[in-house]
């Protein structure tokens, strides 16, 4: 009989997964409890991440934006929630599997990420089928999973541009997008975002747990750091307005604020 798999490899195999009621599955099967510290087989680069044949993936400036004042727009904004949160489900079990001895807390942290991921998941999606579409009915584009790839090498690279920075960018613009809802009466989106809000905050806060960890463990000042990772992976700086408030729930400090914040 074959032995159990570890949490790393579980976590691995519900990547692989293509189909998201099935990935969603595989998440909330993976017990906390799970044997942690194993090694984990390296798999073909073309069998991650798991994802279903749509939607199409196109360069970002090729996504089609519209008026969320159409039944159309208000769907399409809606299915981009949806993509941005099924990527997040895969983000969060790439950085279990493919990093190895780190503490126990690390791989906990990042699991309970990814179940809060594919229920967001899950509450987008409902929603947009109550709209008569389904995910992969609109184009998406893949800089989220791209970021990741450019940063599979690099543990403190990856916590600094993932969590810290694109994840730490919906806080900015959750209460934007929000707005946009209120504005056209979907009440069930906003509240569907309260929930995505606050779990996001906590998510970003362990992105900047863990980033910290990194930079005290390899004697790194976090701030240099970050604008150093910024610069070698061309990635931009977030634009305002900063979700102040939200920003120093997840831990972020005055003195990163003010960085981010200045020209």
């Not at 293509?18 to 069998?47: N, W, Y």
């Not at 190895?100 to 929603?127: C, G, I, M, N, T």
């Not at 613009?173 to 809802?181: A, D, E, F, G, T």
């Not at 906003?190 to 960890?213: A, C, Q, T």
């Amino acid at each position: 009989m074959s032995s159990p798999l570890s949490l790393r490899e579980s976590a691995l195999q519900a990547l692989i997964i293509s189909d998201p009621d099935e990935k969603i599955a595989a998440v909330q099967k993976i017990s906390f409890d799970t044997l942690l510290h194993t090694q984990v087989i390296t798999p073909p680069s073309q069998t991650i991440p798991g994802r279903p044949l749509r939607p199409e993936l196109v360069p970002p400036q090729k996504v089609t934006y519209r008026s969320v004042h159409s039944e159309q727009g208000k769907a399409a904004l809606i299915h981009a929630i949806a993509h941005i949160e099924f990527n997040a489900i895969n983000l969060a079990l790439d950085i279990i599997w493919r990093f190895a001895d780190l503490p126990d807390d690390f791989y906990r942290d990042w699991l309970r990420v990814a179940k809060e991921e594919a229920y967001h998941f899950s509450l987008v999606r409902d929603h947009l089928r109550n709209l008569g579409y389904e995910y992969g009915d609109f184009t998406a584009h893949n800089g989220l999973w791209e970021i990741c790839e450019k940063t599979a090498n690099d543990l403190m690279a990856r916590l600094a541009l993932v969590p810290r920075t694109l994840e730490a960018r919906g806080l900015d613009v959750s209460p934007v997008i929000q707005n946009k809802l209120a504005s056209i009466n979907d009440h069930e989106g906003v509240k569907i975002l309260d929930i995505i809000l606050r779990d996001e905050v906590g998510h970003v806060e362990l992105g900047n747990k863990w980033y910290l960890y990194m930079c005290q463990k390899t004697g790194k000042d976090p701030i240099a750091t970050y604008a150093n990772m910024v610069h070698t992976y061309h990635v931009a700086k977030p634009k305002g307005p900063l979700n102040v408030k939200a920003r120093k729930q997840a831990g972020f400090t005055d003195e990163e604020l003010a960085w981010l914040s200045s020209d």
